[in-house]
């Protein structure tokens, strides 16, 4: 699957935003969509993922201001960022997680992020 994330910006703390992820190609073995984020310095981190079941996991940090949800008629999959922190400052990826086999996962390929800057 090729995925194209969009949405970013600049926006002050205590703002939203909502990010976007589409999706084309084919699905086949797709076990979940997720948000990745980095910011300069540290290592990627995982934000959250979402099953074709709809269940729904956040990392501590985001838990209870970001949002992940998907729209299976858009090819789409969406990050709603409530309540902006300067710290949730970042580059956001999306990507997908394959499973084949016995309990064999993997990433998919990285595609290019969308810069997300709070101001304090």
């Known amino acids: 699957v090729q995925l194209q994330a969009s949405g970013g910006g600049l926006v002050q703390a205590g703002g939203s935003l909502r990010l976007s992820c589409a999706a084309s190609?084919?699905?086949?073995?797709?076990?979940?969509m997720r948000w990745y984020r980095q910011a300069p310095g540290k290592q990627r981190e995982l934000v959250a993922t979402?099953?074709?079941?709809?269940?729904?996991n956040y990392a501590y940090s985001v838990k209870g201001r970001f949002t992940i949800s998907g729209d299976n008629a858009k090819n789409t999959v969406y990050l709603q960022m409530n309540s902006l922190k300067p710290e949730d400052t970042a580059v956001y990826y999306c990507n997908a997680l394959y499973g084949w086999g016995l309990n064999k996962v993997a990433l998919g390929s990285w595609g290019q992020g969308t810069q997300v800057t709070v101001s304090s």
């Open positions: 190609g084919s699905f086949y073995g797709i076990k979940d």
């Open positions: 979402i099953t074709s079941d709809e269940e729904t």
